[in-house]
Every structure is written in C-alpha cells, then in structure tokens.
C-alpha cells in the first residue's frame, strides 16, 4: 500500500476513535471548538505584497493578511531551523531548550517540555504534521516528536530527497547541485516537488477532517524559500533580472565586529558559487549573480505563494473556513546580501524579523456570505491580481515563542502558565507573552503581563559562535565547539546586542567577558549599518538581556 494510503487509513482509524476522545474532554468544549491550520515557512523575510514589498507577487498569502491580524514586528529567538522551530513549538527560548545546533532532542537534553500540537492533541484534537515542521532528524528524535505531538505519523513528500542532489541543468546541459535550480518539473525525479506534495497531502487530510466529530491541528511546512532555490522554472517570469535591484547596503559594515558576521559556507558549497571562486570569509558575490540569487528567492516566494493559496482554498471548498483559525509564520529570515551577508545565521533584524498573522473566524473579519468564498485562489501571473491591504495590524515588538500561549488563547483552550525560573523541571508552561491582547476579544482570556506601551516590549534574540572571528564553523557551530553567545535584545527604538563568553557544557553565558557589542538605532539606522556601541555606554544595558 502506498505511504500516502497507509497514512490516510491510519488517520480514519484514529477518526473512528474519536468519539471516545471527544467525550473524555467535554470539558474543553470539542464539540464546537475551533480548528487550527498553522503553516510555517523555511527562510522567509518579510518579501511580502502584505509587508509593503511591491515587488513581489504573493497574492495569496496577502489575501490571508487582509482578513487577519497581522504582526508588522515579530522575531524569531535564534535564526536557524531546528533551535527555532523547537523554541517556538514548545513555547521556551534556546537557553532553555539548550537546541543552539542540530544535535540534541530536547526532551533528552532540556527537561521533558510540552508542545503545542501535544498540547490540542490532550485536549481532544486530532493533531497531522504535513512537511517540515520540527526540523528533521535528531532534534525531534528522528520522529517529528512522535507519538508525543501527533495522532499519527507525520508526512513527508517522497521528493525531498532530491532537494540537494544533482537536479539542476546548467548552461552545460548537464545536472548540477546549484543553488540556483528553476527546474521543469517533467523533467525532475517523480515529476514533482515536495511543497507541492505536501499541499495536496494537507488538502486530502482536510477533505477526511471535514467530517469528523473532533477538532483538528493541522501544521503545514513548507520548504521554499529555502535553499536550494528549486522551483518550476516560469516563476523566473514575474521577476524579469532587469528588474531585480541589489541590496540596499551590500558592503560589510565598517563598525561591524567580526565575530557578528556570518560567512554563508552553506552557499558556498553549492556548485554554482563555488564557480565563481570567492575569496573566504567576506565574498564579496558579483553584482550580477547576487542579482540571479534575489531573483531566485523571490521566484521560490511566488511559487510558495500558489501551494499557500491552493491550501486555503481548500478550506472554502470543504466549509472548514468558518470554523478554522489560521495562523502563518516563518521560522526565520535570510539576507539576500544586506551587511555582505547572505542566509541566516546572525542577530540582525533581516534574519531575525519574521511574518506573522492569524485568520480567526467572525474575528478578525467578517463570516463570508453564504455561496461566497473568503480565500479563493489568485494566479500571481494575473495581470490584474490588485494588491490587498493587510486588515488588522500590530505594531508591538512580539516573538516567536509567544505562538503557544496566543494559539491556545484563541482556540478557547486554557493557556498554559507562565514557565519558573528554572523551569527544565516543569513539563507545561511556556516563557512567551500571550498575544491576545492584540486581538480586543473581550471573552478570551488575556496574560496580565502583556505591554500596552509598544516602546515597552522586548524581543530577545541569540546566536552562538565558535570564535571571534569567522571561521568555516561560524554559521552552524556544534555545541561543543561554541565559545561565544550574542545575545540581542530589539526595540521598538533600537536593537543591540552583546556577545559574551560561553560555556558549552555548563551552557552557561559569562556576561562580565564580553567580546564585542553592536547598538542600532532604528530610526535614524533601520538597516543596522552604523554600530553605535563604542558611542555609547553599552555596558549600562546589559541588564536588559535577562528575559
């Protein structure tokens, strides 16, 4: 039997054990509970129609912004996939998790935490993982957090396996591992890609949810943008090179510590840049190849957009739109050559800064009418798809790790309590501020401790290095290799980080041994080129990298 049969048999019999699940949480009110499609992105900034990007085409996911409260200021709390996703989903910073690298499970390693699909999943929710949601391998044991977080085993596209292989037709004819790859898609193995796999995966699972008895968790990740850039290759046309501008600050900061800077070694494995022959670790790429990569990324962008698109149209088609929040998001940025930098792997608001929105129905917008779809599905090659305007908007400082308690909050569940300090003892609680208050529903339940006053809220941020100066290891230290942590704080004023000495087996910060600090200040520096730190008395703020 097919893997895809045999995942979907499994979930009608999990179906068909629902009813006695229903029952057993009464209490939390299944019956007439709200659903949750989360969909998480790899690697996508804020190259948005919805974030004031003009350039890029993403009509879907700004149609799902304009009927959702969308967060103009959220930021991840360690700018790579796996210490990212693990510290969004269980709700605790990398500090806690003690995930700054690949190479630990976190249950193993950090304390027994909770995770948010874990935690709908003992509330009566019938929880499906689609994609990449945990990051794959040891970091979620090699089982996506089975059975922990999830009614049944987790689907992954058969094609991921080709995503680094040798599937790229150069100018030469032959196939290449590239980093640029817009590919026919009849002409790769099994004729397709995993975004598009997993999204008609998603749609069958909520075709089979649509009459279920019990709610649904269903979490979506997409690959794309992620590198390698592989994706059908006519989205290149929405993004003529002509077109394609450079980075607004492409050069190295002048008062940029060298320990800051990340090195991008994983593009430069590729064999397209290592054609070009670029000298390590400060590059810098030919102006006409960065603009082939920002043409890439935006491409991958655009053709993400579509798989959102058919994703949610599918929640019209089966009527789960009145009963579905959504809620979409990144696990991080990725520079597309801002400080001569390129991918993530840094403290800066460009690898950092992530979008953020959430669809909950009859509230931040109105219930279509009847016969009338709220998310139909828009071709970005339409030439006359108009830009939508995004419809609620907050403009706090928010992170990441607040998704547990705001998700909870909205699907009517009880939020789980503020987490202790220490708290690796403690199985349910989450370290993040409950996002409710952004909403104004008066009947949810709202986290005391939330900042009215945007010049109040704090998002930290941190990044482990193996030395003070770039090296081959600097983006993706392992922990034991790892002797220095920045540790960053960003404001709605300014954003600054200090990078301390570190212990890797006592997982200890040293913050009277400080290496090097960086001071932004956003209005007068929102591309984070001028550090101020030696300008200022930087020392005085130290108190404020203490969540």
């Not at 608001?349 to 139909?376: C, I, Q």
């Not at 081959?472 to 600054?496: A, E, F, Q």
Request: with cysteine.
């Amino acid at each position: 039997m097919p893997l895809l049969d045999r995942g979907l048999l499994w979930l009608s019999l999990v179906l068909g054990s629902c009813a006695s699940l229903g029952s057993a949480a009464r209490g939390n009110n299944t019956k007439d509970a709200l659903n949750v499609l989360l969909i998480i992105v790899d690697d996508l900034r804020l190259s948005l129609g919805c974030y004031g990007d003009k350039l890029i085409k993403s009509p879907n996911i700004d149609q799902l912004a304009s009927h959702s409260l969308l967060f103009q200021n959220a930021f991840a709390q360690q700018a790579v996939c796996a210490p990212s996703r693990v510290s969004f989903l269980t709700g605790r910073r990398p500090d806690t998790t003690r995930l700054y690298d690949f190479n630990s499970y976190w249950r193993v390693q950090a304390g027994n935490f909770s995770t948010i699909p874990q935690y709908f999943k003992e509330n009566g929710y019938v929880t499906m993982s689609v994609g990449k949601v945990f990051h794959p391998g040891i970091s979620s044991n090699h089982s996506d957090d089975s059975p922990y977080s999830w009614s049944f085993l987790p689907y992954h596209p058969s094609s991921e396996k080709y995503e680094n292989t040798k599937t790229c037709r150069g100018p030469d004819g032959e196939l290449h591992a590239n980093l640029i790859c817009p590919v026919d898609i009849a002409d790769i193995p099994e004729g397709t890609l995993p975004d598009i796999q997993s999204t008609k995966q998603a749609i069958k699972l909520l075709e089979k949810m649509r009459t279920s008895a019990s709610p649904f968790f269903l979490a979506v990740g997409y690959h794309k943008p992620h590198i390698p850039f592989r994706y059908p290759k006519e989205f290149q046309k929405l993004y003529p090179l002509e077109n394609i501008t450079l980075a607004s600050d492409p050069q190295v900061p002048a008062g940029l510590p060298p320990v800051a800077y990340n090195p991008w070694m994983d593009i430069r494995l590729r064999e397209d840049i290592q054609a070009l022959n670029l000298s390590v670790p400060y590059g810098p790429i030919p102006v006409d190849f960065q603009r082939k990569i920002r043409q890439s990324y935006f491409a991958s962008v655009s053709y993400l957009d579509t798989q959102v698109g058919h994703l949610l149209s599918a929640l019209d088609d089966f009527h789960l739109a009145n009963s579905t929040i959504v809620a979409f998001t990144s696990d991080h940025g990725w520079s597309l050559g801002e400080h001569g930098e390129w991918a993530k792997y840094s403290n800066f608001d460009v690898a950092t800064h992530v979008p953020l929105m959430f669809y909950v129905p009859g509230r931040t917008a109105l219930l279509p009418e009847a016969g009338k779809k709220l998310f139909p599905y828009i071709d970005p090659f339409d030439p006359a798809s108009e830009l939508m305007e995004p419809g609620q908007q907050a403009v706090d400082i928010v992170e990441l790790v607040s998704l547990f308690p705001t998700l909870t909050g909205l699907a009517g569940l009880h939020v789980p309590p503020r987490c202790p300090i220490p708290s690796f003892h403690v199985e349910l609680c989450r370290e993040g501020q409950s996002l409710l208050k952004h909403f104004r529903f008066h009947d949810l339940e709202e986290d005391p401790t939330l900042h009215d006053n945007p010049h109040e809220s704090i998002a930290y941020s941190q990044y482990p290095r193996p030395a003070d100066y770039p090296q081959w290891n600097s983006d993706k230290p392992s922990l034991k290799d790892i002797k220095v942590m920045g540790y960053s704080i960003r404001t709605i004023d300014y954003r600054y980080t200090v990078w301390v000495g570190f212990n890797p087996h006592k997982f200890l910060a040293n913050f009277s041994d400080v290496h090097a600090g960086e001071l932004y200040f956003v209005d007068s520096d929102p591309l984070q080129d001028h550090n101020m730190y030696n300008d200022s008395q930087g020392g005085d703020l130290l108190q404020s990298l203490i969540p």
